[in-house]
């Protein structure tokens, strides 16, 4: 399951509502997506949620 390196952001369970009120479950996904990054001097390719991407965590800021 993908997962976010930087805050283990993964996917959320819910359930999709009709306008009747009928619940069938869904899943909603973390937008994860493969970014390199240096870590300790050396570059490597991560999978980083979108928030942690515009939050610069990447980039060890």
């Known amino acids: 399951m993908a997962r ?3 805050c283990g952001k ?3 369970f819910g359930h999709n509502v009709s306008h009747a009120g009928n619940r069938t479950q ?3 996904r ?3 997506k ?3 990054a240096i870590l ?3 570059k490597k390719r991560l999978k980083i949620c979108t ?3 515009k939050m610069g ?3 060890g800021i």
Do not use: E, P, S, W
Request: aromatic share 12%; glycine share 4%.
């Open 4 to 6: 976010c390196y930087f």
């Open 10 to 12: 993964t996917t959320q």
């Open 26 to 28: 869904r899943k909603f």
């Open 30 to 32: 973390a937008n994860i």
């Open 34 to 36: 493969r970014v390199r």
């Open 40 to 42: 300790n001097g050396t």
């Open 51 to 53: 928030t942690c991407i």
């Open 57 to 59: 965590k990447h980039l």
